[in-house]
């Protein structure tokens, strides 16, 4: 029988591979492997492209805790509030993540939540990259999102409001307006602080 290993992170059991390297991230490398493998499924279509940056949102919140930084988790949080609670695009959030820099002394600690989304990555390769189906793709990466996103918002119901604050204060109190206008890059910023406001 061949021996596994279960991801610390999302507690995907996989078989022991041993050429999976391991990535700075509260994940096996067999998981992190799954992971590789269908963010490059999302790179061969343009019209994929779009769920990546849900893709790595849903696999930075599902992986939160050591060595995964509190970075990644702010960014990742941040990605699927925008996008589940409000609608962004996954252009507009990674431009927001871009605004964002880097991680500073206040922002808050998430502390991940103790249960387990049901869905994992290894859901999002079998009903996509596996058949070949960009459609199974994107549907099991919504629903992959929208499930690890509702496992800290049921244990942790006030993670709105602090990645509300923690947007808040870089974009709005403390002024930070390094774009100006309402199209592209620009308007994401924009539709933010309106929604802050
Ligand atoms: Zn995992």
């Given at each position: ?20 390297p391991a990535i700075p991230m509260n ?132 993670v709105g409001v602090e990645v509300e ?33």
């Amino acid at each position: 029988m061949r021996r596994t290993t279960e991801c610390t992170g999302c507690g995907l059991v996989l078989p022991v591979e041993a050429g999976a390297p391991a990535i700075p991230m509260n994940a096996s490398p067999e998981c992190a492997a799954v992971y590789a493998e269908v963010s490059g499924f999302e790179f061969q279509h343009p019209v994929m492209l779009r769920y990546h940056q849900l893709s790595v949102d849903a696999y930075g919140a599902q992986h939160a805790g050591r060595p995964t930084t509190p970075i990644r988790l702010g960014y990742a949080l941040a990605g699927l509030w925008l996008a589940l609670e409000h609608g962004f695009s996954g252009d507009e959030v990674r431009v927001i993540h871009h605004s964002m820099g880097h991680a500073e002394a206040w922002w808050p600690d998430f502390e991940p939540p103790a249960g387990r989304a049901r869905i994992t990555v290894h859901d999002v390769a079998e009903q996509g990259v596996r058949i070949g189906s960009s459609t199974g793709h994107a549907t099991a990466t919504r629903a992959w999102a929208a499930d690890v996103w509702g496992v800290w918002t049921a244990e942790r119901p006030q993670v709105g409001v602090e990645v509300e604050a923690l947007l808040r204060r870089i974009f709005v109190c403390d002024g930070r307006q390094p774009l100006r206008g309402t199209v592209g890059p620009a308007g994401a910023v924009y539709r933010l602080v309106g929604l802050l406001d």
